[in-house]
């Protein structure tokens, strides 16, 4: 259930108002005669899950409570297909199945059995609900039609022409783990072709947003699958080892890419840096055009990853990979130039350079500053590993027999431990003052053959570090407790625990806890212009300016980064667009996406079988430990197919619920959600739709026809979900909000595209303001507007070869509106499309499966796959409807089934018309 009611439920209905509803309910119910139509046509009793017979005759002759005991009335799609053919229906008198249904609902406030199913209905998981915190006016959008701005559409807040968006705005959801990606990477999407085999397709995606798919598929932090919804069930997709996967797959099946260089014919830009963040820059800007020059200190590519990452964990042959294919869109690379004694920020102005991008790496190593740290035998992470990576040939037995002790327990410091094992060392224990929990994706790449000789101390900070009577070296440590939190600036105390000291005695120390910027050539090229903060250059969080007109700097070096390849990437990719924007003096922010500001898609609601993860092929473990071989073989195809096919496609589902932690962290002082939801676009996902395409086509079919119509981002949630999920209360709170609000702006004739929200304001909220003077809109579908006003006489349509499409009429908008034949003459209109007919259409048009969100199961997947089949018979390229959630739950469809992708489209009807007219 997606938040529980705040009225105390009973297991017995009492309420007096309840009492009198049963009686009106019973009333219809009398009206049955037992002739068997609705469960005839039924699509719950064609599964064997809810038959309305049975529940009127249970109503007739039982308690209320023996009835709805008997008869889930959660599981009826309120398609009113029974109520078309009961003969003891008509014009919403009679039996009128719908109506008892929406009013034995409406007692879950009060009725805990009620209560209970609905939540069972939702496999047991809570969500917040964005309607019932606006009916509670407990949620407040900064702008809720934000999206709208930059496109050029015309709208206005007061006029007699209005366009009722309802949800559409926050409909469409970020899955978690393309939010919690630095880069950006469309993770969905790839997952999804690879699921599909179409494994270039998948790198090519990848290399969208990413263009080092082999070094990320490898090193990546992975916070997409820190992100992953499908962890709260069994384990996060395996979203690196697939990258991984679709890499080696790449190596094998070499030139099949079908992204290819652009001509260079923009202005010049200097990168400094040959690291991801500046390989990232430089692949974007020749993407687009530009001549982009790295120049780079060292004698190899890659930076800190090449010379730091050992061997066994990224290969230079994966690396060059990436390397390669960067340099093949036009960027050049200049080795063995530095940046401060080399050449200088003017220098670079007078090569004729347009702007420069900085992005060198984090080389200069971090101590604690401990006594002790001059003894022989302690080294610093960085060095180390640089000392090793191309000479641990010739000494394979440097360690032999040793022991390490490592101060830090991060990526590096495992680095540092697995690299001194290969080299002969016998333990290698680590010490760090964070929880296990904080270090779980580092010890979750740990493999048994590492844990049995590498120990960590969690919790525990260093003294000193001093040298034994045998010349030996001892960490000297303590445990530590973390404190509360400061209320001021957020850091926890360090509390010693007294009593607690040890020591570690081993043979080798190494410090491992960071690296720092080495300013001095930085600031030597720039003549002391950069703005520095605690060793860092300080730069505009999202356009990545410094301070310097034409300079911007990314990755380990600025004030606010992650301190990882791939946030790394994702800055080098958004500096390429701040300096694409600089170079062509545009406003470097308007319409960028903040990623954060995104709705992140909640757990779809639909069945989710348990499945782990696929186990990731390693080298075994006796040779893992003494060779710089890469030690992951990688999935193989079938494996990479069946991982892939875990993904729950969280943004499939235009769903108004989010995440219950989501809301929590956007609460104000007062308790109101401050939301950011719909005031920028979408992030784009080529698996899933984007509803903000629906008011852009018909906001511009609007304009073009010269009407600027009405939009309030004020505006509320129709209620149509609130009502047949039993809200009442906050349903009447919502549809008298609306229509004072529209009222008030002097709206007369309201136009809708979704099918709920035109059924709902036509016919519940006409009911419920009936004898009211304040309900005296006239109400429009989309396509019954277009026929009115003709608005297609002067648009001319673009030629294509004939399109064959096929009509799914919406329950609310068909059935339950009476809305038919519009649809199909606004398509019929349109030159070159064929429109042709399903077996089950018009009145007889089965569900797509899923009501009000209620219910999303297996007997819904089997609604899905009827009308699915259907479609395909037709031979129609697109099945076309006007519900945002047959959308969504016909797509979801495809996208569990994937062999039918290729077979059918399914796509909104006014988007459908706006890619026509190339309005989105």
Not at 384 to 400: H, Q, S
Request: charged letters at 25%.
């Amino acid at each position: 259930m997606t938040e529980s009611n705040d009225k105390v439920a009973d297991e017995k209905i009492k309420g007096t108002a309840s009492i009198e509803l049963l009686k009106k309910v019973n009333t219809a119910a009398n009206y049955c005669y037992d002739c068997n139509r609705c469960n005839s046509v039924c699509p719950t009793a064609f599964l064997n899950i809810f038959y309305p017979r049975s529940l009127i005759t249970d109503l007739t002759f039982l308690k209320p409570e023996e009835a709805l005991k008997n008869n889930d009335i959660w599981k009826c799609l309120t398609c009113g297909l029974c109520s078309i053919y009961c003969p003891m229906t008509k014009d919403n008198t009679g039996v009128n199945f719908n109506q008892i249904i929406k009013d034995l609902r409406s007692l879950a406030s009060e009725y805990k059995p009620l209560q209970d199913g609905l939540l069972s209905c939702n496999h047991e998981r809570v969500y917040s609900s964005l309607p019932k915190l606006m009916a509670e006016e407990k949620i407040k959008f900064t702008n809720k039609i934000g999206f709208l701005d930059g496109t050029g559409l015309n709208t206005t807040d007061k006029g007699e022409i209005g366009y009722f968006m309802g949800c559409v705005p926050f409909l469409t959801g970020a899955a978690p783990c393309v939010v919690g990606c630095p880069a950006g990477v469309d993770v969905q999407g790839y997952v999804s072709l690879i699921a599909e085999g179409k494994f270039q397709e998948s790198i090519d995606l990848i290399r969208e947003t990413n263009p080092l798919p082999y070094l990320c598929g490898r090193i990546c932090t992975a916070q997409c699958a820190l992100n992953c919804n499908r962890q709260n069930f069994d384990d996060p997709v395996a979203i690196r080892e697939l990258k991984h996967f679709v890499s080696n797959w790449e190596a094998e099946h070499p030139n099949q890419s079908k992204i290819k260089p652009v001509p260079q014919n923009k202005e010049k830009v200097a990168i400094i840096g040959a690291g991801p963040g500046g390989l990232s820059a430089a692949y974007f800007l020749a993407r687009m055009g530009y001549k982009p020059t790295i120049f780079e200190k060292g004698d190899k590519t890659g930076g800190v990853v090449r010379y730091g990452v050992p061997q066994y964990r990224l290969s230079d042959e994966a690396l060059d990979h990436d390397v390669e294919f960067i340099k093949s869109m036009g960027v050049e690379i200049v080795l063995n130039k530095k940046f401060g004694s080399d050449f200088t920020l003017e220098y670079i102005w007078k090569l004729d350079f347009k702007a420069l991008f900085i992005a060198v790496g984090l080389y200069v190593p971090k101590t604690l500053r401990l006594e002790g740290e001059d003894l022989a035998n302690v080294h610093v992470a960085i060095d180390f590993l640089l000392d090793r990576k191309y000479k641990c040939a010739e000494n394979p037995e440097e360690f032999k027999g040793k022991s390490f002790g490592i101060i830090g327990g991060g990526a590096v410091a495992v680095d540092v431990g697995e690299t001194a094992l290969r080299l002969g060392a016998t333990k290698a224990d680590l010490v760090d003052i964070l929880t296990e929990e904080a270090l779980k994706t580092v010890l979750d790449d740990l493999h048994d053959a590492e844990r049995e000789v590498m120990e960590y101390h969690f919790e525990t900070s260093t003294t000193n570090i001093t040298q034994e009577p045998d010349g030996k070296l001892a960490l000297n440590c303590y445990k530590i407790e973390w404190g509360d939190p400061d209320p001021e600036t957020g850091r926890r105390a360090l509390n010693k625990i007294e009593g607690s000291e040890f020591k570690i005695v081993v043979d080798y120390i190494v410090i491992a806890i960071g690296q720092g910027l080495d300013l001095e050539p930085i600031n030597t090229a720039t003549d002391n212009q950069l703005k520095i903060e605690r060793g860092k250059i300080v730069v505009d969080e999202f356009t990545y300016e410094t301070g310097i007109p034409g300079v911007f700097a990314g990755g380990d070096i600025i004030n606010n980064s992650l301190m990882c390849a791939v946030d790394a990437i994702g800055d080098g990719r958004e500096a390429a667009f701040t300096i694409d924007r600089y170079l062509r003096g545009l406003d470097l922010k308007e319409g960028r996406i903040r990623k954060n500001d995104l709705k992140r898609s909640t757990i779809p609601k639909k069945y989710i079988q348990t499945q782990s993860c696929q186990e990731m092929n390693f080298m075994p473990g006796n040779e893992r430990l003494v060779c710089f071989d890469e030690m992951e073989l990688g999935f193989t195809e079938d494996q990479a197919k069946r991982e892939a096919n875990r993904c729950l496609n969280c943004n499939m589902c235009c769903n108004y619920d989010q995440k219950p932690e989501d809301l929590e962290k956007a609460l104000d002082a007062s308790g109101i959600m401050i939301c950011d939801y719909g005031n920028q676009d979408n992030w784009r996902s080529i698996n899933a739709p984007d509803y903000l395409e629906i008011p852009k086509s018909i906001i511009g079919i609007l304009n073009q026809n010269n009407i600027v119509p009405v939009v309030l981002p004020e505006e509320k949630c129709c209620g149509h979900d609130i009502l047949w999920r039993g809200d009442v209360d906050n349903f009447k709170k919502l549809a008298e909000y609306n229509v004072k609000l529209f009222k008030d702006a002097g709206v007369k004739t309201l136009i809708f595209n979704c099918a709920e929200g035109y059924y709902t304001w036509k016919y519940e909220y006409k009911n419920l303001f009936k004898g009211r003077d304040e309900f005296d809109f006239k109400i429009y579908h989309i396509t019954e507007y277009i026929l009115k006003e003709k608005l297609f006489e002067n648009i001319t349509f673009p030629s294509f070869n004939s399109i064959k499409v096929t009509y799914h009429d919406p329950c609310r908008l068909g059935r339950m509106s009476n809305v038919f034949d519009a649809p199909r003459e606004v398509l019929k209109q349109i030159p070159s499309i064929e429109l042709v007919e399903m077996e089950d259409t018009m009145q007889d048009a089965e569900c797509c499966g899923v009501s009000a969100y209620i219910s999303c199961n297996e007997d819904s997947k089997q609604l899905q796959e009827k009308k699915i089949n259907q479609a395909i018979e037709t031979g129609a390229e697109y099945l076309i409807t006007a519900c945002p959630k047959c959308i969504a739950h016909l797509n979801c469809y495809l996208n569990e089934h994937k062999e039918l992708k290729n077979k059918i489209q399914i796509i909104d009807l006014v988007s459908f018309l706006g890619k026509l007219l190339f309005l989105v």
